[in-house]
């Protein structure tokens, strides 16, 4: 199965390694629907059940003939595919389409405006830096209206109508003006303002706060990777951006407790004259950025927020005025039975990234939805991305919606009814090797199987591997080698595989899949190491 190229491996040699040693190094030559197709020693072509999907990004599976069809029209139109700050009217269309479904789904009559990317990642960075745009403006809006306010006071102090209350000193931690100031109107003031602007000085030159969920993922570019909670693909890059605080989802306390705590240390003070009396209060300051949220977990383990929990996150973050950014990249398009898995559990976004599948399986391409209450039109002036909007991508995008709404959206119907095959394999899996599966979870075209950890198992190489956080690897290049089916593990939750098939999963692609984890499992439980690694 091992390439027989005889170039040196220049792309990513370190991985090309990694892949062999564990059975993944393969060459694959042609795809189709849920398959793909290498050639053995002889040159025959070889099919493998394709469960990674492109890591969700194959909704409409390999190469899909519609989609392909289209492309090639578009291509064969003549559309220009870059011409950058012009008008597309493909793009205005696509989010158009967007906002119907966000309309449908959610019931918010409010317009989402659309910033188009080329990555996920890109898409959770644009989201998270216009968030950013929007608190830095709304700073400059609060600190512009307490600096007209200290200056009325001031001209309340010139024409001798001022006395500063002695709470107000006490307020901003000032103490007593000193002798020579207290008996001067304008000198009293003077030292209460600065006792406020050094208190506000201090809040404003803190770091923008940015939630996000133990466990999630939102990418490992330059900020995003700040945002993925597993600390390997963290820490090495701790120092390049703002640090993300990482909350328990099923805890509510702690995450209201935390919030709460915030808001507290993060307020102002303004300086108020009333009937010729200058006093201090308190304003709420614009501390937070972003809260993120993956309806369901993917590189997590397929964890699932509940009800409750998306409840409790989306009340807790209206109070505080922390923007809600629900990162659907890899959950979003019909994957879960309706365009967005966040709908399911009665989450509403201010934000919302989507990517991946929205691509077809062959545009590289992604979009923000900003809600109409946080846009700011500037930040069209201020941010860009070269392959964004593109004339191809946006076509391929909007013929991916138009396939998934066809028939009052069937598509979606076809993933519950899918994904319900597919989790009762895995039940049945799991309910004879109870042993070895730990728990199925998931929400219709994206599972996940969890093992037990195997790291006390008698065979020295499987409590090897499960000890160094690889047995996912290993099964995955048995079940390659030994049934053709590819499947992967996620990358935070190295002991849970995940299956992300196409809405065309067969009967007999799921039993293959079946009759592949059975074989797994028994190796497992009978520690038989020569078979697993062949």
Known sequence: MESAATEPELTEPYLATVLSSSGLGVEYVRAEGNTLFYLDTDGNEIAVTDYCGGYASLILGHNNAEITAHAKSVLDSGVPVYAQFSRHPVANRLAAKLNEIVRRETGDTEPYFAHFASTGA?????????????????????????????????????????????????????????????????????????????????????????LALEGSFH?????????????????????????????PHDQPDVLKKTVDGIRAQARVLDVVVTDGVAEVVERDFPAFCAFLVEPIQGEGGIRLLDRDAAAHIQQVSAEADCPLLIDEIQTGLGRTGAFFASSLVGLR????????????????????????????????????????????????????????????????????????????????????????????????????????????SGSAMISSAAAGGILGYVAAGFLLRAHHIRVLPTASAPNTLR???????????????????????????DQDEQRLTG
Do not use: W
């Open 349 to 456: 976004g201010d934000y919302y990234a989507l990517s991946k599948s929205l691509g077809g399986g062959i545009a590289k391409t992604s979009v923000v939805l900003v809600h109409q209450k946080r846009y700011r039109g500037e930040f069209e002036l201020v941010h860009s991305s070269t392959f964004a909007k593109d004339g191809f991508s946006t076509a391929i995008a909007l013929k991916v919606l138009e396939m998934l709404e066809a028939e009052d959206g069937a598509a979606y119907r076809q993933a519950v009814e899918r994904g319900e095959m597919l989790r009762a394999a895995l039940d049945r899996v799991r309910a004879d090797y109870s042993d070895v599966v730990k728990e199925t979870r998931g929400k219709g075209l994206l599972q996940g199987l969890e093992f037990h950890d195997q790291s006390g």
């Open 499 to 525: 299956f992300a098939p196409s809405l065309y999963l067969t009967e007999e692609e799921t039993g293959r899949l079946e009759t592949g984890l059975r074989d797994l499992c028994a190796l497992l439980r």
């Open 219 to 247: 990418g490992k570019l330059m900020g995003s990777v700040q945002l993925t909670h597993n600390d390997g693909f963290r820490s090495a890059f701790g120092g390049l951006g703002t640090q993300a605080l990482f909350l």
């Open 122 to 210: 890109e898409a959770i960075e644009t989201a998270v830096k216009h968030a950013e745009f929007d608190r830095v403006l709304k700073v400059s809006a609060l600190m512009g209206e307490i600096e007209e306010h200290v200056e009325q006071a001031r001209d309340a102090a010139r024409e001798g109508r001022l006395t500063v209350a002695d709470s107000a000193y006490h307020k901003a931690a000032a103490g007593a003006p000193p002798k020579a100031a207290a008996g001067s109107p304008q000198d009293a003031l003077e030292h209460l303002v600065g006792a406020v602007a050094r208190r506000n000085g201090e809040v404003a030159a803190r770091p923008p706060v940015l």
